[in-house]
């Protein structure tokens, strides 16, 4: 089990982005939730086996269709309190 922090850049708001998140999240078993950012990217707390969070960051990388990803930054977020099931939050 990983804990993982996932900050995306790009046109990443607005454009379905975090619905994507949830639903692959969802989908996968995966835990956590995701969040606009004020300064335009999304932030991922994401938490699960390594395998699925791997796949989860590497599909991070091109999202939705309307989407742009610049940059995906992940980093372990090991300690950070786990979530139940995987939700949408409010901008940060």
Known sequence: MVTQRILVSGRVQGVGYRDW???TAQRTGLTGWVRNVRDGRV????SGDDDTVAKLIEGCHEGTP??????VEAYSAEGEKQAKGFTKRFTA
């Open 43 to 46: 932030e991922i707390l994401v």
């Open 66 to 71: 309307l989407a742009r990803v610049d940059n």
């Open 21 to 23: 998140v949830v639903r």
